[in-house]
């Protein structure tokens, strides 16, 4: 087997800086063509060391908003924009994913490679990932990247020693190969042309073209850029784009995207974006859940709107006392909705008829409870009230008394109680994981779902097809479970998911900050 050193100039620099844990974050190289492609297929070394995941960016025709959706993805996260992507990674737990170091070809074939390298010094100097990234001296973007300290691996240098001035190392006069020409760019006001095209192609044309909405289409593609960036079809592409797509777009868009679409395994039923005014949009959303064939969705500032589960026409507000944002919403079978504010405390909005005394009396000691010890999620069946805590707990609060079960490591996100034959828990939680128990019995020994991002959302009913889940990531991906059947769909609206809920009749419904959406089978 041949050596490092023979199979590739470069390498052994390469490797002896991810090991060295002093090392920079930032590893500039020049004058190595092929290394990086090299280094992300090339296996990692040394017992007992936990592996570091290597993510390849390319950079060729890229524009820093693409580049910021490409390293989301491959980092786990949903990032809206290039600072927007900084931030989340310098504000949340990074849960199960491993380390990672980011390789990154050809920044001088970038569409913009000094935003680019404004962006990639950002993520270094965070410290959660390394970063390397193929430069030519003598750059502006070189330049950026140079700026602080930073580790330079040339070919003609073996040693790949740290220089705090970036200036590349002594013998490096050799240029890089020019990289491969960027994807050919389609008809951006064509619909079917955009989601077949290569989508940072796309993405590029509509960074460059700021003065033509394309009849809608431009606003909807960076909405849900990141998700088109990692569909696999056109299909996919298409019901992503409807999903966002305003009704002030050109209405020869809808039908076009609707028939690209209907490959997808699931259909859009409605969506209302901002800036909708038939049925209007309903604001952003922080919390969902379902009574009957309503919709109740709560706002960042605490106001629960009431929509038709069917179409999302407005039916008017609940009237609430709780202020501040509204972190969970549990609708009990008699019509009583209790509200969880952003503290971990309990609110009670009864409903039209009386409540029966021994519901009240069960209400007020969970209220009471969780004024001591706040709650990090809720959920309702009847005679029952469930809360989730910060330990990863779920204790049902019932007329027959409290049952508790541990089963998360961390926080308990969200919860949800199914009121079935049996009436049963589904939760989710930091871990990444979703769990189901009925109170009284031991939890199911193997998780629902799990991912290596934390449970931003869910929500469990009982549907005419059997009880169905709800579950959104950090990650930016939503399933929808049958729960009996063990299967489920996939669905990535691209931003940040905030809630979810299950209908009825088993559709489901993700609130974003920007749009809500109902999906039904195909």
């Known amino acids: 087997m041949p050596s490092v050193r023979a199979e590739l100039p470069g390498a052994p620099a390469l490797l002896g800086w991810l090991t060295d844990p002093e090392a920079p974050r930032l590893c500039l190289v020049t004058e190595a063509p092929g290394l990086l492609d090299w280094f992300a297929g090339h296996g990692t070394r040394g017992a007992g060391r936990r592996r570091t995941a290597r993510a390849l960016v390319p950079l060729t025709g890229q524009t820093a908003l693409g580049t910021a959706w490409a390293v989301a993805g491959r980092l786990g996260v949903v990032a809206t924009s290039p600072a927007d992507l900084v931030r989340v990674l310098a504000t949340t737990e990074t849960g199960r994913v491993p380390r990672t170091v980011l390789l990154l070809p050809a920044l001088h074939a970038a569409a913009e490679p000094v935003p680019i390298a404004e962006l990639l010094r950002d993520l270094a100097a965070l410290g959660r990932v390394r970063v390397v990234v193929e430069t030519r001296e003598g750059t502006p973007e070189h330049a950026v990247l ?285 871990d990444g994981t979703v769990r189901l128990w009925t109170p009284g019995r031991d939890p199911e020994p193997t998780p629902l779902a799990e991912h290596p991002s934390p449970v931003v959302a869910l929500h469990a009913t009982e549907t005419p097809h059997g009880p169905f889940a709800a579950v959104a990531w950090a990650d930016g991906s939503v399933e929808l479970h049958d729960i009996e059947s063990h299967t489920h769909h996939t669905f990535r609206p691209g931003p940040p998911v905030r809630a979810v809920a299950v209908t009825p009749d088993g559709a489901l419904v993700v609130g974003l900050d920007e749009a809500v959406m109902c999906l039904e089978r195909a």
Do not use: K
């Open 146 to 430: 140079a700026e602080g300290r930073v580790a330079v691996v040339a070919a003609e240098d073996e040693d790949g020693g740290e220089r705090a001035d970036g200036g590349a190392p002594s013998g490096a006069t050799g240029q890089t190969p020019a990289a491969a020409a960027p994807a050919p760019l389609p008809d951006l006001s064509d619909p079917l042309a955009v989601c077949a095209a290569d989508p940072f192609a796309v993405t590029a044309g509509y960074v460059r073209d700021t003065d033509d909405q394309h009849g809608g289409l431009r606003p909807a593609w960076l909405r849900a850029g990141q998700a088109l960036c990692t569909a696999r079809t056109p299909a996919e592409r298409a019901l992503a784009l409807l999903a966002v797509l305003g009704d002030g777009a050109d209405p020869r868009l809808r039908p076009a995207l609707e028939e690209a679409a209907a490959p997808a395994r699931r259909r859009l039923r409605w969506s209302r974006v901002v800036g909708d005014v038939a049925p209007p949009w309903p604001g952003p959303v922080a919390a969902l859940a379902v009574q009957g064939g309503t919709l109740l969705a709560a706002d960042l500032g605490g106001t629960v709107r009431l929509l038709a589960a069917a179409d999302a026409r407005p039916l008017g507000r609940l009237d609430h006392p709780v202020t501040g944002r509204v972190m969970a919403l549990a609708p009990a079978p008699d019509g009583t909705v209790l509200l969880l504010d952003e503290r971990g405390r309990l609110h009670t909005v009864r409903g039209r008829e009386p409540r029966p005394p021994y519901l009240q009396r069960l209400t007020e000691a969970v209220t009471a409870t969780l004024t001591r010890h706040p709650g990090t999620a809720l959920g309702a069946i009847s005679g029952s009230v469930v809360v989730g805590d910060r330990l990863g707990s779920v204790h049902a609060f019932g007329l027959t008394g409290l049952h508790q079960a541990s089963l998360h490591s961390g926080r308990v996100t969200a919860v949800g109680a199914v009121e079935s034959e049996t009436p049963f828990v589904c939760s989710g939680g930091s």
